[in-house]
């Protein structure tokens, strides 16, 4: 298929970004990034396409074989029934293929790999979809590094700008 990348949610303009993990590059070297579907109640869906959600403290875990989204935050949706609510933090089960699951177990197995969300979003067919990246955490003097580049990039962007 022509133009559609299947690894990035966010270079398709039909795809509406939910909640992003802006923190996961800086303090992660992503190895690799994978979509994953997500299993999610009623309320859930109402809430993020409300445009709620949060995936900042949240991590991807391996339970038996089968990979669960742990610690995401989605809020309750306030127009549903006290009774038809969801738990706010609950774990969520991801869903992929069983080549890309044991690819991600066996990444776990390493040491010092993770699995990270990275964002949540909807794609073209209003699906909602997690991009989860492989990761190995960066050391201090990585994250300092990487603040000297960018702070470089920005400088140079600045000065190109200012000659014309």
Same mark, same amino acid.
């Given at each position: ?6 690894? &990035? ?9 939910? *909640? ?23 309320? !859930?869906?109402? &809430? ?27 809020? !309750?949706?306030?127009? *549903? ?11 969520? /089960?991801?869903?992929?293929? /069983?080549?890309?699951? &044991? ?24 699906? *909602? ?8 955490? /960066?050391?201090?003097?990585? /994250? ?10 920005? !400088? ?9």
């Amino acid at each position: 298929m022509a133009g559609k990348n299947k690894n &990035s949610g966010k270079s398709d303009p039909n795809n509406k970004t939910v *909640a992003q993990n802006r923190r996961a590059r800086f303090d992660y070297f992503i190895e690799d990034v994978v979509e994953a579907g997500i299993i999610l109640t009623g309320t !859930e869906v109402k &809430s993020l396409r409300a445009g709620q959600a949060s995936v900042g403290e949240s991590y991807a875990s391996v339970q038996g074989s089968e990979i669960f989204l742990l610690n995401a935050y989605i809020p !309750e949706y306030n127009k *549903a029934h006290l009774k038809m609510q969801h738990e706010v933090r609950r774990p969520r /089960k991801l869903l992929l293929h /069983k080549n890309q699951m &044991s690819k991600l177990i066996g990444a776990v197995n390493r040491k010092g790999t993770t699995l990270i969300p990275l964002s949540i979003y909807f794609n073209a067919r209003g699906i *909602a979809k997690v991009e989860l990246g492989i990761a190995t955490g /960066k050391k201090l003097h990585d /994250k300092r590094e990487a603040t000297k580049t960018r702070d470089w990039q920005r !400088e140079k962007s600045r000065l190109v700008r200012e000659r014309g």
